[in-house]
């Protein structure tokens, strides 16, 4: 079966190369893996400074065997400017560095999720849409607009985009979870518990404690216990981000404060994870934090 063009580029990655525009530097640059499997950075050959850089991230929640499977959104975009920086420069992406044309879908998925570890939701749910639209084949594979819609309290939307994601991934418990949160946000947590999104069993410890808590509607403080001084980062990140949404769906925001504030405290945020930039989100919307 022929690989999905957006399966093809990662595989292009993994022999050693990228597909930037010319004016990023060239066709052909060092490529190195960073943080966990299919992330990439990618550092042109004749870039000289940070504005040159680009960064190509696949996500490795689905696999790349077969177009049906495919999630791997790869990106081609300026580095992210600092923290002062994002509010003046988050319009300056110029559109032609994605390739506009026959992947219009995947660039506007791509700018979407610049956009929205950049905290500009509103501006991320504008591309997302475009790409929704424009391009029905990626529609199972849109977990970003999910979480965009979500904080746009666009709650029926953000169910239905979730439920489609677990029709082509039945692994993963994360959709499942979002699912629910749109839903109790429309009829109750307990209502929504009656539909429960049914998924496979998720290797991801966290993950799978999480999908548990939320489905039973108890067992939160075992999950709250994975998050102790010695665990690794990402498990203390994921499971007080897992916790606070849980007691935001159970309406104790007191505990969901402190329980996001405690993952927005975490140094995984260095990783660059899109999940740290939804907790970001998440208490800047709730008026926990202000905007950077």
Not at 6 to 16: C, D, E, F, Q
Not at 23 to 32: F, K
Not at 181 to 190: H, L, N, S, T, V
Not at 218 to 227: D, F, I, R
């Amino acid at each position: 079966m022929a690989l999905h063009p957006v399966a093809r580029n990662v595989a292009y990655l993994r022999r050693g190369g990228c597909r930037c525009p010319p004016d990023l530097g060239g066709q052909r640059p060092r490529v190195m893996q960073v943080y966990r499997k299919n992330q990439f950075k990618c550092m042109c050959l004749n870039s000289k400074d940070a504005e040159h850089q680009s960064w190509l991230a696949g996500t490795a929640r689905r696999s790349v065997l077969s177009a049906a499977a495919v999630v791997l959104a790869v990106q081609a975009v300026p580095s992210l400017p600092s923290s002062k920086e994002k509010a003046g420069q988050a319009q300056a992406i110029d559109l032609r560095v994605f390739g506009i044309g026959n992947s219009q879908g995947r660039s506007m998925l791509s700018i979407g999720s610049v956009k929205f570890q950049q905290l500009d939701t509103r501006e991320a749910l504008k591309y997302f849409d475009i790409a929704y639209d424009k391009t029905p084949e990626l529609r199972p594979y849109m977990w970003q607009r999910g979480l965009s819609l979500y904080y746009a309290d666009r709650f029926e939307e953000g169910a239905e985009q979730f439920r489609l994601d677990t029709s082509v991934n039945p692994y993963d418990t994360e959709e499942a979870i979002w699912a629910f949160m749109c839903e109790a946000r429309i009829k109750g947590a307990d209502a929504a518990r009656e539909d429960f999104v049914e998924v496979r069993k998720d290797r991801r410890a966290v993950l799978g404690l999480a999908y548990k808590c939320f489905r039973a509607g108890t067992g939160v403080e075992e999950l709250e216990a994975l998050s102790f001084p010695e665990a690794p980062a990402s498990q203390r990140f994921y499971a007080d981000l897992y916790s606070g949404l849980y007691y935001e769906a159970e309406g104790e925001s007191d505990k969901a404060k402190e329980a996001i504030l405690r993952a927005l405290a975490n140094p995984y945020g260095q990783t660059g994870d899109y999940m740290y930039s939804v907790a970001q989100v998440h208490a800047i919307s709730r008026g926990w934090t202000a905007a950077p």
